[in-house]
C-alpha cells in the first residue's frame, strides 16, 4: 500500500534524475520519458482501482504517524487526477518528441516535465498542508522554466508576469499556512478539518479561508486575479502550453476543493457565496476575454479561465451532484484542453502563426486535422454526445436543484459565448479561404513542418480518442464521480482513513 | 561588564550604526563601484553581527553561520569586480 | 577571458580544498547539528565558483570533471534511492534506516538519513554550478 502511493511522486522524481544523467542523449531521454509517464499512467489506474475497491489509502512516509509525519492520501478524487496527470504527461511527451524544436528540447525539457509531473502528482496525494505547499514550489519551479526555455521576449515577459503572480501566492499560502498552524496547531489535512470544526472564533476561521481562497485562487486563475493566465500562456512553444493548461491551474482548483469540502465547511453561507460570485465573474471574464481575441492559443487560454469559473462553481453549489459534475468537467477539461493547445501547436507547426485574421483554408487542405478540432471544440463547447455536454448538463441540474437561478443563468450565458468563441476559431482559421497573400513555407522547410505535424497527430488521435470515450461513456464515468462527491462530501471518511479514528 | 553584556551594549550598538552608514552609502552612491564596495562592507559587518550574537547566546554553531557568511558575501564581491571589469573593457 | 588577477587565483587555489573538506564537514555534521547537504552542497559550490571566477568556468568544470546537470541526476537518484531503501527494508518511504555494520571511522554511523543528504548535497552542487557556468559563459 505505502509503495503504491509513493510510486506516483517516486516514479516521475527517478525519470528526472535518469533523464538529467542522459542529458546528451535525446533519443533515451525520450524513451525514458515515455516509459515513466507510461508507469505513472498505470500506477494511477490501479491506484484508482485500489481506492474504488477498499475505499481510501494512507501511507505515512518516514514511518511517523499522522498528524506528526508526512501523509500521502489516496480517495477517488486524487486517484482520477492522477490518472488524468498520467493521461497528459504520456500524450505531452510524444507531442514533444515530435514538435519541439530541437534547441529546447535538449535544453532539459524532459527533466522539468517530470519535475512537474512530481509536483503535480505530490499535490495531489498529499495529506498534508505543508507538503502541499512544498509540491506547489516544486511545480513553479518547474514550470516557471519550462515557460521561458528558449528564452525569447515574449516568453521572458509572460515568464515574469507568471512568476511575481505565483510568488504572492505562495506567500499569501504560507501566511494563512502559518496563521492556521497557530490557531490549531497542525498541518495535518485531516486534523486541520477536526480542529478547524472545534475552533470557537469562526471569525477568524472564515478570515483564514478567505486567504487560502485568495492564494488557491490565484494558481487556479479565478476572477480578479486570473490576468497573469492569459498574458503568459500563449507565449511558450505549444507543448508548454498544453501541459500548463491541462494541469497546473487545474491544481489550483484541486486545492479549492480539499480546502472547502473539507476544512472550511462550518458556514457555508458566507464562504459558498463567496465561491459561487466568484465563480460567475470568472467565467465571464474569462468568455469575454475570449470572444475577443483573435489568435487561437490566446483564445484557448481565455477559455481556460472560464472553464475554472466552471469548476469553482460546481464546489460553490456544494451538493453531491454539483460536486459530481465539477469532478466530470475536471476531468474532461484535462483532456480537451490539452488536446486544443496540441492541435493549437500542430496548426501554428503549419502556418508558422496562430493569427486567425491571417489563417485560413484549412478544412479543404487538412480534413482530417479539422474533423479532430471539431471534435474537441464542440466537447468543450458543450455539445452532446461529447462529454462537456455531461459535464455541463450536471452542473445546470444541479444548480436548479439548488435554486441557484442566477448563477446557472449566467452559466448558460457563457456556455453559447463559449461556442461562438469555438465557431469563430473553425470559421476563420478552418472554414473560410486561405488569405490571398497568406505566407507559406516551401520547399526543405515546408516538408520537415508536414512530416512534423503528421506525427504529432498521433498523441491528438489519441487524446481525441479518450475525449469521445468520456462522452460515450459518461454513464460509468459519471457513477464514478458521484462516488467522488460522496467521499468529498463525507470527509469524516477522509480524518477516519488518515488518523485511524483515534483522535 | 561580561563578554556578553559588552557584546550586547557596545559591540551590537557600534556595528548597527556602522550597518546604518553602510547602507546610507549603498543608497547614495553616487557610482556602481562605491555601491558594491558599501555592500560588501554590510556583509562585513554581518558577519560580525552574527560572530557577537554567538558571543551573545554562547552558541558556537553561529561561528559556521558566520563563516558561510563571509563566504558568499566574498564571492558577490568577486563576482561583481569581474562584472564591472568586463563591463568597463566593452 | 582576460588574464585574472594573481591575488585571487594564489587565494583559490589555496582555498579550494580547504572549503572542499568544510563543506563536507558540514554534510557530516547535519543529522544532528546545523548543517547538512543544501549548506554543505552550497558552499562546495562557492569554492567552484571562486575556480570559475579566477581561472574561467572551462578550469572549475575541468576541476569537477562531472557535468553539474549530471551531479545533480546522480543526486536525486541517490536521494530517492535512500527513500526506498526505507521502503523495502523499513515499514515507510524515507524511514530511516540505520545498519548496525555500516560505521565508518571520523564520519559515524551511515544510515538513510545520511545517504538521502548526500543527495541533496550533490543536486545543491549541480544546481547552483549549473546556472553559475551558464551565466559566466553567456558573458
Known sequence: MDTLLVLPILIPLATAALTLIAARALRIQRALSFAGMASLLITGVVILLHVDEHGIAVAQAGGWAAPYGITLVADRLSALLVTAAGVVGLATTVFTGFSLDRRRERASFYPLLNVLLMGVCGSFLTGDLFNLYVCFEVMLMASFVLLTLGGTRAQLEGGLKYLILNLVSSAIFLTAGGLLYRAVGTLNMADIAEQVAAYPDTGLMDTLAMLFLVAFGLKAAMFPFFFWLPASYHTPPPVVSAVFAGLLSKVGVYALLRTFTMMFTGHLAFTHTVLAVLACATMIAGVLGAVAQMEIRRILSFQIVSSIGFLILGLALMSKIALAGAVFYLLHNIVVKTNLFFLAGVIEKLRGHGDLRRLGGLWRERPVLSVLFLVSALSLAGIPPLSGFWAKLVLLRAGLEGEWYWAIGIAVVVALLTLYSMTKIWALAFWKDAPPNEFAFTGRERDVREKSARRAMLPVVALTVVTVAIGFLAGPIFEMALATAEQLLDPSQYVTAVLGGVS | ?90 | MNQSSIVLGTAVRLMLPVLLVYSLFLLQRGHHAPGGGFVGGLVAAAAFSLVALSDGPGRARRILRVQPLRLMGLGLLVAAGSGVVGLIWGDAFLQGIWPKWAYLPVIGKIGTPFTFDVGVFMVVLGFALEVFFTLLEDE
Open chain 2, 1 to 90: 561588564m561580561s563578554i556578553e553584556h559588552f557584546a550586547a551594549w557596545v559591540v551590537m550598538p557600534l556595528l548597527a550604526t556602522a550597518l546604518l552608514l553602510a547602507f546610507a552609502r549603498v543608497f547614495t552612491g553616487p557610482g556602481l563601484p562605491d555601491r558594491v564596495v558599501a555592500l560588501d562592507f554590510v556583509g562585513s559587518l554581518l558577519v560580525a553581527m552574527i560572530g557577537a550574537a554567538g558571543v551573545m547566546t554562547g552558541s558556537a554553531v553561529l561561528l559556521d553561520v558566520a563563516l558561510i557568511l563571509a563566504l558568499v558575501s566574498f564571492l558577490a564581491t568577486v563576482a561583481f569586480a569581474r562584472y564591472m571589469e568586463s563591463r568597463r573593457q566593452s
